[in-house]
């Protein structure tokens, strides 16, 4: 018989919530299975760290979404962001169920096409597109939403030698209460900028002018400020169409949903603060409605919404390395996963979980990454289980940003597998290699020897 472990008694003070036959819960669920799949076998057959991306949840979460705009506006159209999360798979899903492609750079601009999104319906967002970006985009109908001047003067002066007019819309910045100000990219609308830009657009004669895009923050916990966001877009659509005889194909409203992640210093959690699908379909669409616009005409309404649609499909599994106590006492947990591919660690309390059920008390627990930094620290303080070398944990919430962020540093990035709506297993990113790293390095003749 194995000597069971040691776990020295505490006195626990019990903490609100659901009850059970000892009295209030002080102790957490563990999440034994992903859309049914064991956690154990996941782990069993791929190793850990693993990310682990459910498609059942990416298309319950956008069929949701959908349903909250469609059912409150007659024209509407999701295009999937791709620096949320552009690996094929994930990008592919979207794709099926009917989103566009959204992205701001020639990278992402070339990987939407090679997954089969077509030109026209590829919206290029950001300031850095280079001449051949401009002219590429624009000989493939894509939306070419732009920037600053210079971008401006650019396709202007490119576009005589086109043999189509660029389709143009213009990103457009403005104060909607939200603090800080997000004026660092498109054309203001307080000082007149923005219609500004049109003008010079339709003056030029040499390009289509099709729509008004902002975005106005991310993480946004106020559905108000979409209400200002789109009641001025509407206005300025409004404006255009008195000036020059013709209404704006599409206003597009952008992205920054918050999902239900809790960020650090937050004193309610993600799920009692994050506004749903339906109040910011709310907000965003009885602006429009109530404005000006042309009612028997309006615009097609675009969203870019990325983090609030891929962060609860993502899992990160991991395992403890060992245990230590730091100088003021506290319990320290090294875990096999760092900060260098949780890169929203540093944002957000992600929710992490126990992979099996434990016997016992929580414990007040700082919890930390394997990266030889000081900096890589998963959770400060975070109550958990004594966990022993060898335990496995379960990170929520992860599906946005960390797959496009995370860097390659002392460790190497770990695999990715896909369980599809049939609870079949794929590998959709293999785990990285030195030789991976190295490939594109190249060793001068004279540092062959050492």
Not at 148 to 155: A, I, P, Q, R, V
Not at 401 to 430: A, K
């Amino acid at each position: 018989m194995n000597k069971l472990p040691f776990e020295r008694p505490i006195i626990k003070k019990l903490n609100t919530g659901i009850s059970n036959k000892f009295g209030l819960r002080t102790e957490l669920e563990p999440i034994t299975n992903i859309d049914g799949v064991p956690v154990s076998e996941l782990i069993k057959d791929y190793g850990t760290p693993l990310f682990v991306i459910s498609e059942s949840t990416i298309r319950n979460t956008i069929h949701e979404a959908k349903r909250a705009f469609e059912t409150r506006y007659p024209k509407v159209q999701f295009a999937w962001s791709y620096k949320t999360n552009y690996l094929d798979a994930v990008c592919r899903i979207f794709h099926q169920e009917g989103s566009w492609a959204e992205v701001v750079s020639r990278y992402e601009y070339d990987k939407a096409l090679s997954n089969g999104v077509s030109g026209e319906k590829i919206i290029f967002n950001g300031p850095d597109k280079s001449e051949d970006d401009l002219v590429t985009a624009s000989n493939n109908g894509s939306l070419i939403h732009i920037d600053h001047f210079d971008e401006l003067y650019t396709l202007i002066e490119i576009s005589g030698k086109l043999k189509k007019r660029p389709k143009v819309a213009i990103r457009v910045n403005m104060d909607t209460g939200i603090f800080p100000q997000w004026d660092r990219f498109g054309f203001n609308y307080e000082n007149g900028e923005a219609m500004e830009a049109i003008n010079k657009i339709m003056n030029s004669k040499k390009m289509e002018f099709v729509g008004l895009h902002a975005h106005i923050g991310t993480f946004m916990l106020s559905a108000g400020a979409y209400d200002v966001e789109a009641s001025k877009l509407a206005k300025l659509a409004f404006e255009f169409k008195m000036k020059y005889g013709s209404n704006i194909g599409y206003i597009d409203i952008g992205g920054g949903f918050a999902s239900r992640n809790t960020l650090k210093g937050a004193y309610q959690t993600g799920k009692d603060t994050a506004p749903s699908f339906d109040d910011y379909a709310e907000a965003i669409t009885n602006a429009l409605i109530n404005s000006q616009l042309d009612t028997d005409d309006m615009p097609l309404l675009i969203l870019e919404t990325g983090r609030a649609l891929i962060d609860e499909a993502g899992y990160l599994l991991g395992t403890v390395i060992a245990n230590k106590k730091l100088s003021d006492g506290r319990r320290s947990t090294i875990v096999n996963f760092g900060v260098n591919i949780l890169f929203t660690a540093f944002w957000y309390e992600h929710r992490i979980n126990p992979e099996k059920e434990y016997s016992g008390h929580n414990e007040t627990t700082a919890l930390y990454g394997p990266l030889c930094m000081n900096i890589d620290q998963i959770r400060d303080s975070i109550q958990l289980p004594p966990l022993k070398k060898d335990d496995n944990l379960v990170v929520s919430c992860v599906g946005a940003y960390n797959m496009t962020q995370w860097m390659q540093f002392i460790t190497l990035r770990p695999r990715i597998v896909l369980i599809d709506t049939e609870r079949e297993v794929h590998v959709i990113r293999n785990k990285e290699s030195n030789k991976d790293i190295t490939a594109l390095e190249y060793v001068p003749n004279h540092l062959d020897k050492i």
